[in-house]
């Protein structure tokens, strides 16, 4: 069986969310670990095991990141780090699979289904073996506790319960 980890220096964890339902905010997690285990070529029986730090959430604004990370939202303090295990990935076909798994965010463990583009393996300029999946989905946040919400004047929502996932990952293969 072949271990790969995340190369956090080619890696991006990023979300979007609408706000006031015109416009998307992106954030991203700055601190993140994760590694893939598998024995076939094109990853088709891998499992994957990810976590990501909460309070290194960065959205480019100093006080909406530490609301973000206030207990209105993610809880930072009581709940450090949010994380993954998938159940089940299943090549779809040719570069594209569906990853399913267990997400736990603020202390919530529920089952989220993601799609994945497998972008092939190639060696580094130091001969390491390298690999690289483009992963997106949605999920609630409300469902996993994420629940502040406040109403324009309009009666509009200021955040969307939809969450937007975008993740883009490299791997490197483990000695």
Known sequence: MATWAIDPLHSEIQFRVKHLVISNVTGSFQKFEGKVEADKEDFSDA???????????????????????????????????LSFQSTSFKKVSGDEFTLEGDLSIKGVTKPVKLEVEFGGTTKDLYGNTKAGFEIKGKISRKAFGLTWDAVTEAGGAVVSDEIRLILNVQVAKQA
């Open 47 to 81: 499992s994957i095991a990810f976590s990501a730090d909460i309070d290194s959430i960065f959205t480019g604004n100093e006080q909406r990141d530490g609301h973000l990370k206030s207990g209105d939202f993610f809880d930072a303090a009581q709940h450090p780090k």
